[in-house]
């Protein structure tokens, strides 16, 4: 007799799972969860915000200078007899100096150079630096100069806001919102918080406090960082990290977040809200630069992706 199993039907559970899945190959079914789209929407807005501050008269791609201030008298102006130079055009050629001595800077500018400190006319006055609070913002026709101060070192910083660099933003690009890179995490305080040197882009080293140790897990890694804070008490915590993506898709000397401060020694860490630093945009900024310890062996694919060739 000829065995007819080979003409006899499927089973009626076998059809069901053909169904199924060939129902699910034509729908395109999601591989993973959607987004929430509240988180999402948070996450957008995060960004727009950011960068419309780029956008600002105010924001980093408007920073046209970064002068180091010698000891004594450092000329400013339009002029190329100047020191420290002024866009072509914007102001008297020779419009005054900036005079540093005992770790204190004054500026000193004619009666008819048009520079001026909140909108009014100065000659001569002792500046606040930017380490001191606010800094004294110096004006000139449209422009913006101040002191800063890094370590011993004294410079002044000019913004001009018909920069080429605000003129030619493009805008910001960003990994797409991910939830799994929202994590939760655990300080391990120091106590008392201790103090850290970091190394900035300008060769400087700027001491820091961390309140502790933060551990989380991330892609099935145990990791930690180590934020940042002015003062233990502050409301917030700066992370200062590079991973896997830095010099590739991110930029090379690591990103940026905030957070808030911990509570009941609990810490959110949001890597969708991670952002570029300062000198990703500038060549005059002086941005701390990631210490080992907050140097990740693994790949955060979240928050800001590199701008342009930087």
């Excluded at 987004?35 to 924001?59: H, K, N, P, Q």
């Excluded at 102006?77 to 055009?89: A, F, K, N, Q, V």
């Excluded at 933060?214 to 990290?241: A, H």
Aim: charged content about 25%; aromatic content about 10%.
């Amino acid at each position: 007799m000829v065995s007819t199993s080979k003409h006899r039907p499927r089973s009626r559970l076998f059809l069901v799972l053909v169904a199924i899945a060939v129902l699910g190959l034509a729908c395109g079914a999601p591989t993973s969860p959607p987004v929430d789209a509240d988180y999402a929407a948070g996450i957008e807005r995060f960004r727009a915000e950011r960068e419309e501050r780029l956008r600002s008269e105010t924001g980093w791609l408007t920073v046209v200078g970064l002068y180091w201030l010698e000891p004594g008298d450092n000329s400013f102006g339009s002029g190329p007899g100047s020191r420290i130079l002024l866009p072509e055009g914007r102001g008297p050629e020779i419009a005054g100096s900036f005079t540093l001595a005992d770790g204190k800077v004054t500026v000193r500018a004619g009666a008819d150079s048009g520079v001026t400190l909140e909108g009014e006319a100065i000659t001569e006055r002792e500046l606040h630096t930017d380490v001191e609070g606010k800094p004294d913002v110096l004006e000139l026709d449209d422009l913006t100069f101040y002191v800063i101060q890094r370590g011993d070192r004294y410079g002044i910083r000019v913004k001009d806001p018909r920069s080429e660099m605000l003129r030619e933003f493009s805008g910001l690009e960003s990994f797409p919102v991910d939830p799994d890179y929202r994590v939760e995490a655990t300080l391990v305080p120091y106590d008392p918080p201790k103090e850290v040197q970091i190394a900035t882009v300008v060769g400087t080293v700027q001491p820091m406090l961390t309140p502790g140790r933060v551990e989380f897990t991330l892609n099935g890694e145990k990791l930690s960082l180590e934020p940042m804070v002015g003062e233990p008490d502050d409301e917030e915590y700066f992370f200062i990290f590079r991973d896997g993506t830095s010099g590739k898709e991110t930029y090379g000397a690591g990103r940026y977040l905030y957070t808030e401060a911990a509570r009941d020694g609990r810490v959110v860490l949001d890597f969708n809200k991670a952002y570029n630093p300062p000198c990703a945009f500038t060549p005059y900024a002086t941005c701390p630069l990631p210490p080992p310890q907050n140097r990740l062996p693994i790949r955060v694919e979240a928050g800001e992706k590199v701008y342009g060739h930087s």
